[in-house]
């Protein structure tokens, strides 16, 4: 079987996880190309691909040629998030399969209709939510779908992160509401992500309370979210950008009538917590589970990730975290931004909302 031709689009902070992944899965795909205006960004992930892998891509300022010269398979978007909804957009309107960094997009209305264009275009989309492979977030999976938890009461995410300015000035688009949004956002998406995943996916209504506290950006630098979910299950997020000297913890905890596991580490790597009133087969498993963090707060689950994609777009079933899985955190962002704007429990079904509703005034605290 041939390999899937890939296309990188966006060079920056995220993009040396996708250098990685698509080396790691060389036996099934070949990354043709990477694209950003800023060339030099790109020649320097071509020549990380021609160490890693061996091959040289070509290298585009302009995503857009590259569409119209190269034979493309899939396209992996890591620009910025204001840009992410319109290139795949692009992207799908020339029949390319997309594999977004998240958010997906920034408003219920470009998620849906790269949704909707999709799924006319009959292409594939995948979110990049690689936390979801995290070999102790796989085992608590299991142990959700096994019925290990009995009747399940709660989950927490706390992401308790440092970002100073010169990490918002070094990219200016970062804490804009154009661009980005806050630390729910961009910091919490991640954990949102597997905080729905665990509890049902299926949230019912969300309150928040966010707030700009010490960085000079446009959106919040803490947030806390209440999520009632349609089973019952109450959701509970604090993620904050402002913790002092640096990042202090990313851990997701679930709660239920026979068990309670707490996940914790670097990118939730770690198993803390394991208890359950039964013992199973698979605690054996969990015991010999590596202990060693991630160089970064990316987590190694990209290459995990990419195959994952790689197999879905082959046998045309969806990829673990496809478009609509994607859309499930960033709706539930969303709704605690209006949430924080209206001071008012917001629904999540039938939500419509963007960023661009929001106002800097909407979060600033004194």
């Not at 960094?101 to 408003?107: D, F, I, R, V, Y």
């Amino acid at each position: 079987m041939e390999k899937l031709r890939f296309m990188l689009i966006g060079c920056g902070r995220i993009s040396k996880n996708h250098i990685a992944a698509a080396a790691a899965n060389h036996e099934t795909c070949e990354l043709v190309a990477v694209c950003d205006p800023v060339v030099e960004l790109a020649e320097k992930k071509a020549d990380d691909m021609k160490a890693a892998a061996g091959y040289r891509p070509a290298v585009y300022a302009d995503y857009k040629k590259a569409l119209e010269e190269l034979a493309i398979d899939c396209c992996a978007i890591a620009t910025e998030s204001g840009y992410h909804a319109a290139i795949a957009l692009d992207c799908i309107a020339h029949g390319k399969n997309v594999l977004i960094e998240k958010p997906m997009a920034l408003s219920t209305a470009d998620a849906e209709k790269i949704l909707a264009e999709a799924e006319k275009q009959g292409v594939t989309v995948g979110v990049c939510h690689q936390n979801r492979f995290n070999a102790p977030i796989r085992q608590l999976h299991r142990a959700l779908e096994d019925g290990r938890f009995g009747k399940l009461v709660n989950g927490t995410a706390r992401i308790l992160w440092n970002r100073t300015m010169p990490y918002y000035q070094q990219a200016p688009w970062r804490g804009t509401w154009a661009q980005d949004g806050g630390t729910l956002m961009n910091q919490c998406i991640h954990d949102i992500d597997l905080l729905q995943w665990c509890l049902g996916g299926e949230p019912d209504t969300i309150m928040a309370m966010t707030g700009n506290y010490l960085r000079d950006i446009e959106a919040e630098d803490f947030g806390s979210i209440l999520i009632r979910f349609k089973n019952g299950t109450i959701g509970i997020v604090e993620g904050t950008t402002c913790t002092y000297p640096k990042n202090l913890e990313e851990t997701l905890s679930i709660t239920g009538e026979t068990g309670t596991v707490v996940i914790g580490g670097l990118a939730v790597n770690r198993v803390q917590t394991w208890n359950f009133a039964a013992p199973a087969e698979q605690d054996a498993e969990v015991e010999k589970l590596a202990g060693t963090d991630p160089k970064d707060v990316y987590g190694s689950g990209h290459n995990a990730l990419y195959a994952d994609y790689i197999d879905a777009v082959r046998t045309g079933r969806k990829p673990l975290v496809s478009g609509e899985e994607g859309m499930k955190g960033m709706k539930i962002i969303l709704a605690a931004y209006k949430s924080q704007k209206t001071g008012m429990p917001v629904k999540y079904d039938g939500l419509s909302f963007s960023t661009l509703d929001m106002e800097s005034k909407d979060v600033k605290i004194g």
